[in-house]
């Protein structure tokens, strides 16, 4: 299984962007999906989580209401909108699957990940 992780960059506070992260597993719809992000000198820290189906979405406190998650499993891919990037917002992003529906904020319950896409955010 593979998660290629992109549409990281380098963009002005205020900005947005749109991270994808495409999986090579057969059946995306099998899985819960979620995003992490560490910043510089940080412990990778969870920020969004989405079911199998895409009906329940989790976020961190720090994100709510500008980050979006979503996901199309036809296409086998999920998302992360981002709006209202601080600076604070710097970090690679990873997206990560876990081996079952059950949603997790724990990074150690997700088996496959992503190599992570750069969010840089200036001020």
């Known amino acids: 299984v593979q998660l290629q992780a992109s549409g990281g960059g380098l963009v002005q506070a205020g900005g947005s962007l749109r991270l994808s992260c495409a999986a090579s597993?057969?059946?995306?719809?099998?899985?819960?999906m979620g995003w992490f992000r560490q910043a510089p000198g940080k412990e990778r820290e969870f920020v969004a989580g989405?079911?199998?189906?895409?009906?329940?979405?989790d976020y961190a406190d720090s994100v709510k209401g500008r980050f979006t998650i979503s996901r199309d499993n036809a296409k086998k891919t999920v998302y992360l909108q981002i709006y209202s990037l601080k600076v604070e917002d710097t970090a690679v992003y990873y997206c990560?699957?876990?081996?079952?529906?059950?949603?997790?904020?724990?990074?150690?319950?997700?088996?496959?990940w992503g190599q992570g896409t750069q969010v840089t955010v200036s001020s």
């Open positions: 990560a699957r876990r081996d079952t529906v059950v949603p997790s904020r724990d990074e150690y319950e997700y088996k496959y």
């Open positions: 597993t057969p059946i995306l719809s099998n899985y819960h």
């Open positions: 989405i079911n199998w189906s895409g009906t329940s979405t």
